[in-house]
Each structure stands twice: as structure tokens, then as C-alpha cells.
């Protein structure tokens, strides 16, 4: 057996989080920050019937056995849910297939527990590659993964996703199994937009260093909501319209023809960045990092906000071409406090076997 490689993609949320949980629309991208997996094969007997992996989380390794073709434990002294996410996604796709020893190599570019679905990527690079191990996986003509297996994938992924948050909405390993610019709403089909004319929109990804507890963020919009009803029930619409308005601009980007164009697109969508990042403020999400954050780079005339629970984790600015500069010297001055900023891109592809 060879070795077989798999990668999906991290994320952030233009806009939506959080309301998207209440039955809201939400705006989704994927980032060229990815999470690797590889299923090595052993070739000593002396491994036979045994899975290891090298958690992300603690660096550990884990070791489990396999019983009757059931997925045990064996060596685990960390509080990482991921050997639990594993041993899901695993029983679910493997079934009663016969088993053989195998190491699972995690790697990822993406930084945990930030608000940039380092889990789902986690979960879908996992599922595409256990997909493949067990001859499962459809490609097509062109060496991609087909729509019907990716939404395997998808299925699978979301499994895992419950384990690490309990209330997950599914937006973030959608994302991450299709790639591209996902328009999510839990009860309607997910619609994905061609990102091709909006590669040349950068995006400052900003780290606030702050560990996140999205548990405790959704408790505390979950308790607001519970309240004032009708007070959160207009924030959550509110923030449904800057959804619907930021795919107004997302259309118009389709047909771009004119540079200038583009460039007006980008500051509406910045601008709706910042309502959304007042409105996640109003829900108590927020935190005096972020809003020493968000100050440093309106004193550039760039717009940040919260992506994911809140809380700390990651915020990120949207900017053009033409503002590089400011982006630059907005870097430099977070570098001299300390605070921890990188650049990237939105990425088209999802999840794929290397």
C-alpha cells in the first residue's frame, strides 16, 4: 500500500457567526492555510492491528488497538478530543473492512483554537484520507474528488466537528470540503461563489494570542438571546442583512470588468466588515485585545473584525492591492507589541488527495 496524503483547508467568517446558529445566513472562505494527513503503512508485523497518530494538539502519540476490527484506546494522557474524533470518523467510513497497522501523520499551517477551523480542517483531511484508505473515494477525469464523494466527506466530517463543538453548525467543514465562498444557512442548500476575481483581495490575518472557549461565547449569546429575545432576535437579523448585501457585492465581483470597480467592491465589504464587528460586540463576544487590535488599524483606515466565537482567537482585515502599504506598516506596529499577524489569500480548492 502506498502512502496515501490528503489536505483541506482553514477559514474564516466574513460575516454571520453566531446568528448563523439561530437559523441566519453566514459568508464563509476558505484560506490558503492548510491541514495535512498522511496514512503511513507499517511493514512490521509486530504492528499489526495497531494505529498510531501524532496529535496536533499535545504533540503526543497515540496508539490504538484494533479488537474484533473495534477501534480501542490504548495510550492517550491528554485532554485532546481529537483521538475521540479519530475513532469516529474511523468506525463510520471503515465499517467492517479488514484492517491493517497504520501510522496517521497531522500536520497543520493553521493555529488551534484561533476562530480559522483548524478542527474542521482536522476533520475533513482525516475523512478524505480514510475515504481513500478504504477505496471509498470517486475521482474524476481531471484527478479531482467528485461532488458526490466530497459530500461524503462532508457527512463525515460534520461527525467529528460535534465532537469538538457540540452545537456545530456545519459552515465550517462545508467550507472546508468545497473550498471557494460558501453562502451558508442551515436550512437551505449550501451556494458556493467562484473566487477566481477576487484573488487579488488580501486578507491580514491578526492573532490575538488570546485562546478562545467557543463553548463559553456561544453560552453567553445563547443566554442573551434567552433575555431579550426580540432585542438579539434584531441583531441576528441585522447581521442576516450584511450577509445578504456582502453576496450583492460577491455577484458583482462575477462580472468585474474594471479595476476601479473591483476596488469600490472591496471597501463596501470592508465596510460591512465593521457594522458586523459592532454587532458581534453588542452580543458580548468581543474582548480588550481585540479592541486594542481594531484600533491600531483604524488609525490606517483599515477595518478589522472578530471571526468565529470571539473571545480572543483570530480577527482579520480585508484590504486591496492598493493598500499594501498600510497593511505593512499595521503589521510593523502589532509586531512591536507583541501581537502576532500573517498574510494570506482566499483558496479556491478544498479538500484533495495529494
Not at 483606515?301 to 466565537?309: E, L, Q, V, W, Y
Request: glycine share 6%.
Amino acid at each position: 500500500m502506498q502512502i496515501i496524503e490528503s489536505s483541506a483547508p482553514g477559514k474564516i467568517i466574513l460575516f454571520g457567526e453566531h446568528s448563523v446558529v439561530y437559523g441566519k445566513t453566514a459568508i464563509a472562505v476558505s484560506i490558503n492555510l492548510r491541514t495535512h494527513v498522511k496514512i503511513i503503512p507499517y511493514e512490521n508485523e509486530t504492528e499489526k492491528q495497531k494505529i498510531k497518530f501524532k496529535d496536533l494538539k499535545s504533540s503526543q502519540k497515540v496508539i490504538f488497538e484494533i479488537i474484533q476490527n473495534n477501534i480501542q484506546l490504548k495510550k492517550w494522557n491528554c485532554d485532546s478530543k481529537t483521538p475521540q474524533v479519530f475513532a469516529v470518523i474511523f468506525k463510520e467510513i471503515m465499517k467492517e473492512k479488514i484492517l491493517k497497522p497504520i501510522l496517521i501523520e497531522i500536520e497543520s499551517e493553521l493555529p488551534i483554537g484561533s476562530g480559522l477551523g483548524s478542527s474542521a480542517s482536522v476533520c475533513v483531511s482525516l475523512s478524505a484520507a480514510l475515504m481513500k484508505f478504504s477505496g471509498k473515494i470517486e475521482i474524476d477525469q481531471n484527478g479531482k474528488i467528485t461532488k458526490q464523494s466530497l459530500q461524503e466527506i462532508n457527512k463525515f466530517a460534520h461527525l467529528g466537528e460535534k465532537i469538538y463543538h457540540a452545537n456545530s453548525s456545519g459552515i465550517d467543514n462545508t467550507v472546508s470540503t468545497f473550498g471557494s465562498i460558501l453562502v451558508f444557512n442551515k436550512n437551505q442548500d449550501p451556494k458556493f461563489y467562484n473566487i477566481s476575481k477576487l484573488r487579488s483581495m488580501g486578507i491580514l490575518i491578526i492573532d490575538t494570542g488570546i485562546k478562545r472557549n467557543t463553548a463559553k461565547m456561544v453560552k453567553i449569546v445563547s443566554d442573551l438571546y434567552s433575555k431579550f429575545p426580540k432585542v438579539v432576535d434584531k441583531i441576528f437579523e441585522s447581521m442576516n442583512q450584511i450577509s445578504l448585501e456582502s453576496i450583492e457585492n460577491l455577484e458583482n465581483f462575477e462580472n468585474l470588468e474594471e479595476e476601479q470597480k473591483e476596488e469600490k467592491i472591496i471597501e463596501n465589504l470592508q465596510q460591512l466588515t465593521e457594522l458586523s464587528h459592532c454587532l458581534l460586540n453588542s452580543l458580548g463576544v468581543g474582548h480588550p485585545k481585540i479592541t486594542e487590535i481594531t484600533q491600531i488599524c483604524n488609525e490606517f483606515g483599515i477595518k478589522c473584525k472578530i471571526t468565529g466565537a470571539g473571545g480572543g482567537g483570530c480577527c482579520f482585515c480585508l484590504f486591496s492591492k492598493n493598500q499594501r502599504e498600510k497593511i505593512e506598516k499595521i503589521m510593523l506596529k502589532l509586531n512591536q507589541i507583541k501581537i502576532k499577524s500573517f498574510i494570506t489569500s482566499l483558496d479556491k480548492e478544498g479538500a484533495i488527495l495529494i
